[in-house]
Every structure is written in structure tokens, then in C-alpha cells.
């Protein structure tokens, strides 16, 4: 496999998860897209830096907002290392960070980095800009 299409492989493995596990809900496509070793160098606080902690995330975030998903603006492959910027949308539905449900609508964006090997996620770098989320659901800035 040439260089390229290696790289739009693991942009396709990435998109999946982006589309399918983030946006759809699929938490058996989750075991299917990472790898059992998994690490992510940039766990949210109070997850855990492996699979386990990365499909908590998903689940949290799901349930705090039921139609969560995204719009990929652009991918880029280095090899095995896909980055991808990205713009998250949902109605605030359920409690996140300790905020109850609001019903108002959100959206915030992240650039993330995933390692694909042999066709699963093995590696995981992220900004999001959580600020702009917290803002939007009123928890930012804190009460007085």
C-alpha cells in the first residue's frame, strides 16, 4: 500500500469514529475502531488515559447531548497520524460537567490527532475549546 493511500485508510478509520461512534451512537463500531492498547495523551479530567476512558467520554457525551455531531472541515494524513479539525453540534439534553440539561443549542470546535495502525485507533491528541462549550451552556462564567 503507497504512502497515500495508507493515509486515506486511516483518514477513513478516523471519520468513521467521528461519524459513526461520535455522531451515531455505534459503540460496537468503538471496539471494532480502537485498538485494545489505546492511549490518549490528552484524557479529559477525570477519565482514564485508555479505552475504557475514551468510550466513558463518548457515552457522557451522548447522553448529554442525544444528537451530538459533527462537521469535518479538513483531514490531514502524516503516515499513520490523521489530524482533524472539526465543529461539534447538540442540544444540551442531559447534565455535563456537573451543568444540568438547558436545551440550548451548542457547537465548539476541536483539532485532534489519532494514530492508526493496522486499521485501528492505537493513539489519541486533542484540543477542544470547552471554554466556548461551557459558555454556551451557562456554566462559564461561574455564578457569583
Known sequence: MSSSSAGEAAKAVVRRNTEEVQGGGNFDLFDELFADDFLDHTPQPGRTPDKVGAKELYHVLRE????????????????????????????????????????????????DAMRVVDGKITEHWGVANLYSLLEQIGAWPPAN
Open 64 to 111: 448529554a447531548f442525544p444528537d451530538f455531531h459533527a462537521v469535518i472541515h479538513w483531514q490531514a494524513a502524516d503516515g499513520d497520524l490523521v489530524t482533524t479539525y472539526k465543529t461539534y453540534f447538540g442540544i444540551h439534553k442531559g447534565e455535563i460537567f456537573g451543568v444540568p440539561a438547558t436545551g440550548r443549542e451548542i457547537h465548539f470546535e476541536t483539532v
